[in-house]
């Protein structure tokens, strides 16, 4: 019998292919998956057009808005921006793209996309 967390790696990683099936279907390029950097991780990295797409990808069994906003504080906000940009860093091709951050939630199969869900704060 799996432990908790193995069952919320299971839903997590489920959750990510939904989300990247999701953004295929609206027309994105997904050109990286599970990118990690020292400063963290980005779930999925995709094109929309000429805009760079850095996205969260968060699956739970019920979507609670008040729990949202503890897990993509701005401590991880700050990790995902972080990571975004080593992976421009490391990827310069990339470099002239506007960028944005978006944020899936998947919830029982059904996929909610938000897009610039967050900026980098100057």
Not at 5 to 13: E, T, W, Y
Not at 45 to 74: H, M, P
Not at 95 to 104: A, E, G, L, P, T
């Amino acid at each position: 019998m799996p432990d908790s967390s193995g069952r919320n790696r299971a839903a997590g990683k489920k959750g990510e292919e939904l989300a990247a099936s999701a953004l295929v279907s609206a027309g994105m390029e997904i050109i990286a998956r599970n990118f990690y950097s020292k400063y963290g991780e980005v779930d999925i990295i995709a094109i929309d057009g000429e805009t760079i797409v850095f996205v969260e990808v968060k699956a739970w069994a019920s979507i609670d808005f008040d729990n949202l906003r503890y897990s993509l504080d701005t401590k991880k906000q700050s990790k995902i921006i972080k990571t975004a940009k080593y992976f421009l860093f490391e990827n310069r091709k990339y470099s002239n793209m506007s960028i944005r951050f978006d944020v899936v939630f998947v919830q029982n199969n059904q996929v909610t996309h938000l897009a610039s869900a967050f900026t980098e704060s100057v």
